[in-house]
């Protein structure tokens, strides 16, 4: 069985009692962290995870409310004297900026005892993973940034995890829910689906006939915060063929 633990579920901007995106697996006795938005490794202590336990971060793309968190959390590994290595994925436009940023703030692999292996998303469609394949798949949510500076840089991805148990979706940060549409050709038993970059009915809308056991709402707009029963209420008016619809609180555990 799997399990989902929300670490950080805010948006880009700081919202009271939220930390920034980050989300951990716990699967195939792995502990996988999705997103390290600040303060991912304070969040976790709390809760009881010990950070060097982490086995591998997956990172969606480079915006810092998914980022941020990141030196302090390989902080605390070396402060525990973390010894395995540490696989970092990626968008590959990240690789050279986040180390030069981890040397610049003495956490590089010039500095910690651990190895850090930085893997690019770009090269292949699927990674095997501690016995989990993870689908990532490009999104629009940076078409902007691509339009005003060029195609060079500005890599967002959604991640399909599956196992033989189950298959979870975490859309990252999208242009619009139509970038799930690949992901979503198969049932999932949950997706994680961010809520700031298009207004929740173009979600349902789009959600209408695909298969999605379970629902967990995160990232939420600014103007959502506040109304997370009446977004709840709507969801499932307009999802009843959704077994489970949820907003997401740091501290949430979710059996998949």
């Known amino acids: 069985m799997a399990e989902i633990i929300v670490i950080g579920s805010a948006c880009g901007f700081p919202v009271p009692r939220h930390g920034h995106s980050s989300v951990l697996l716990s699967a195939n006795d ?21 950070v060097d336990t982490i086995d591998a971060i997956l990172l969606t793309h480079g915006h810092s409310d ?3 968190g990141l030196p302090m959390l390989i902080q605390a590994m070396w402060i525990l004297d973390r010894q395995k290595p540490l696989a970092i994925f990626l968008p590959n436009e990240l690789s050279k900026p986040l180390q030069e940023w981890l040397s610049a703030v003495y956490l590089g692999a010039e500095f910690v005892p651990f190895e850090l292996a930085f893997i690019p998303w770009e090269p292949k469609s699927v990674f095997d993973l501690n016995g989990l394949k993870v689908h990532p798949r490009e999104t629009t949510h940076l ?3 691509v339009r005003k500076f060029g195609p060079e840089r500005f890599k967002a991805y959604s991640l399909l995890v599956e196992s033989p148990e189950f298959r979870i979706l975490f859309s ?5 829910p139509i970038d799930l ?3 979503l050709a198969v049932s999932v038993d949950l997706l994680i689906s961010e809520l ?12 209408g006939d695909k298969r999605v056991r379970k629902l967990l709402l995160t990232h939420l707009g600014l103007d959502l915060y506040g109304k997370e029963e009446s977004l709840l209420e ?3 008016t307009a999802l009843p063929a959704v077994e489970l619809v949820l907003v997401a609180k740091d501290g949430l555990r979710l059996a998949v």
């Open 172 to 176: 990252g940060d999208l242009g619009s």
């Open 30 to 50: 792995k502990l996988i962290l999705v997103d390290a938005g600040e303060p991912c490794s304070r969040s976790m202590t709390e809760a009881g995870i010990r």
């Open 234 to 236: 709507e969801a499932r």
């Open 66 to 68: 998914h980022t941020g």
């Open 143 to 145: 078409e902007s940034l």
């Open 181 to 183: 549409e690949q992901q």
């Open 196 to 207: 700031t970059h298009f207004a929740p009915k173009e979600l349902w809308k789009f959600l």
